[in-house]
Structures are given as C-alpha cells and as structure tokens.
C-alpha cells in the first residue's frame, strides 16, 4: 500500500468567502453534534440507552461542511454513525434525542434507535445499519429528481468500508449511467470497526476507483470545514446543474471506538499516538482558534457557545427521559404487512 494519505493541520482558509455569520452557524452546529454526542456516550455509560451508539465525535466537519451547502428540500442518507447527519441537515435535538431514548417522540417513532433515523420534513430520508445500506435506496429520489425534471440533489453519505461491497460499484455505475444527481460522501475514518484501512485494501485508493467508475472525484482534508464545504458546493452545484453523479472523500478520524462510549485504546484496537495525532486536527477546536486569531469571535464567546449549547442539549436529554415509550397497542404500526 502507498502510504495512507494524512492530512496535515486544517488549513482553514475561507475560500468562498463565507460571511461571519454562516462560519458561526457552521461552528455552532459542529459543537451542537459534539455536545449531544458527548451526552450520549455518558447515557451509554450510565446504562440509560439501549441502542447501540456509533458516536461521531472528530468528523464533524464533515456532517456540517457538506449540509451547508444543500438546501431544504434536497436529501440525505445514512449510515450506522448518523447522529451528525442528522442534525447537521436540520434535525431538532429533541428528536434525536426521544429516538435514541426509543421514545414515541422520537424522529422514528421509538421503533428506529440510534441507527435507523427517518425524518422526511428534513430530507433525511433514512439510515440504515446494514453496511451500504443506504446506496442503492439513495439513488431513488435521485431517479425520481431526474425523471421529473426537479433540481433537488440527494447526498449518500457512507463509510470506508461501504466500497468493499459490490452495491457501491452498481451504484456509482447506474448513478453514473443515468447521470443522477446525486453525491456520494465518503467518510474515509481509516477504520471499519477494528480493521485500519491498510489492512483492508491494496492501496489508498477509494477516490481513484470511484473516478474509474466515471464520476469527478475529489478527496478532502475531512477536519477542515472550509474545505470540505468547498467540494461539496462545487459537487452540489454540478450536479444541479445536470453534470451527473460526483464523489468526495474525506479524511477524517472517529476518537472513539466503532461503537460505544471507549477509544479501544487500552484493548490494543488504535494506538493512543495515532488518537493524539487526529486530536490535534480537531475540526472544531482548530475552526475555534483560527476564528479568534483572525477576531471573529473571542475565546469568551466560545466559551458561551459550549455553555449555551450544553444546556440546548441537557433540557433535550431531559425531555427525552420524560417522553413516553410506544404504546405496545401499536407495535405493528408503520410496519409492511403483506395479506395472505
Ligand atoms: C452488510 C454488513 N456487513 C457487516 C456489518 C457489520 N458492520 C457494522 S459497521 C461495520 C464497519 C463500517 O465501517 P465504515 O463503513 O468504515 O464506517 P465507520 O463505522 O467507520 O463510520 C461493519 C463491518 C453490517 N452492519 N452490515
Ligand atoms: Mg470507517
């Protein structure tokens, strides 16, 4: 394998010109996902939360640089680690709070948990915890918005490992074939539960094999927004405009362990210096310093951010653990049933 590529510090450069105000919102979402992702793990810890959590914590720039440039009423799709996603595309904390409580207030009704969230006023049009789950469902609303001539766009989100699976292939080739428009976002965190990526494939090559498939492929430094947010304008944009499927990749790390509140650290998973070396490219602390270095906010109103924010999330988790779970009377709701 060539050496896997490793970004070096997020450059962080404002490239599109973004006002003051957008990169604050962007900065307030990347903390509101960090915060509720923090909570969760502690609910996990305390045996509050049943579902098995896949925790996002150190991608969310990736969450947040891509929803930015969607709007409304185009789509998104999941993974197992869908927390980000959801909120990050305009998810109300509560909801995703309920759902992780398994509560009928729940985005899902109770019935989903952490890794089947659905919430269609949003566009999140599901996430699934089969690996690849999502691929060939997300080309729908695609087929659909060319069918009929729409200009929304869908967004795949997936993981590193999803290219390891045949439907990646048939779903870049037919999204390639029929020129949808859609985007699909690899996460590439380095890992598929425990197993690194140099142990899983000849060469660090997803974003090449993507571009044999035939669609414009960029691969991105995951922890910086700018960046990120940059690709995905650009893919978005081609993509309304009827240029057909495109592909980034993000390189980006999860500081916690495949799921769960542990880093895996002392079961020899990852080594404590890889971890360290990603902390120092934390998305959000990093956005934090170069944000105060050039006077757009104080170290203060940073503070207040995380403060405000913990709150946002702790009155959530609080009503989430005051919400009532799904009346058994209604178990078969929402589920297919075929007569027979
Ligand atoms: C079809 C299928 N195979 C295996 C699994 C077990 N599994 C769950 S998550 C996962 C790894 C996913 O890795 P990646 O796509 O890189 O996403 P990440 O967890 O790193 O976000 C595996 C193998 C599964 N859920 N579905
Ligand atoms: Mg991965």
Redesign the pocket.
């Known amino acids: 394998m060539r050496q896997i590529h490793v970004p070096t510090l997020p450059v962080l450069e404002n490239v599109l010109g973004l006002s003051d105000e957008i990169v604050k919102n962007m900065l307030a979402r990347m903390v509101l996902i960090r915060t509720a992702e923090e909570h969760i793990a502690q609910s996990v810890l305390e045996k509050q939360v049943f579902t098995p959590c896949?925790l996002y914590i150190g991608?969310e720039a990736d969450a947040v640089g891509v929803c930015q440039a969607l709007r409304d009423t185009d789509y998104v799709f999941s993974?197992?680690?869908s927390h980000g996603h959801f909120l990050a595309k305009g998810g109300k904390i509560e909801d995703l709070f309920a759902e992780i409580y398994c509560r009928e207030t729940g985005c899902s009704g109770g019935r989903g948990g952490s890794m089947h969230l659905c919430d269609p006023k949003i566009g999140l049009l599901g996430s699934s915890?089969?690996?690849?789950?999502c691929l060939g469902i997300g080309l729908g609303p695609a087929f659909k918005s060319k069918l009929m001539g729409l200009d929304n766009v869908s967004v795949i989100f997936?993981?590193?490992?999803?290219p390891e699976?045949g439907v990646w292939h048939e779903a870049l080739n037919f999204a390639a074939v029929k020129k949808l428009p859609v985007i699909f976002v690899c996460?590439?965190?380095?890992?598929?539960?425990s197993?690194a990526l140099a142990d899983r494939r000849v060469d660090d090559n997803i974003f090449e094999v993507a571009a044999a498939h035939g669609l414009p492929t960029e691969i991105v430094d995951g922890n910086d927004i700018f960046a990120v947010h940059k690709a995905a304008t650009e893919a978005v944009q081609r993509a309304r405009n009827g240029e057909g499927p495109q592909y980034i990749e993000t390189r980006t790390y999860?500081w916690l362990g495949?799921?769960g509140p542990f880093d895996n650290i002392k079961e020899g998973l990852r080594d404590i210096n890889e971890l360290n070396f990603w902390k120092e490219r934390c998305p959000i602390r990093n956005l934090e310093r170069k944000l105060i270095e050039t006077g757009v906010m104080t170290e203060q109103e940073t503070e207040a951010l995380h403060e405000r924010t913990r709150k946002i999330v702790e009155d959530a988790q609080a009503k989430a653990v005051a919400a009532s779970k799904p009346a058994p009377e209604t178990l078969l709701h929402n589920v297919y049933r075929r007569e027979v």
């Open positions: 896949h991608q993974t197992h680690r915890s089969i690996v690849a789950g997936h993981g590193d490992c999803v699976e996460e590439n965190n380095l890992y598929a539960a197993a999860r495949h799921v």
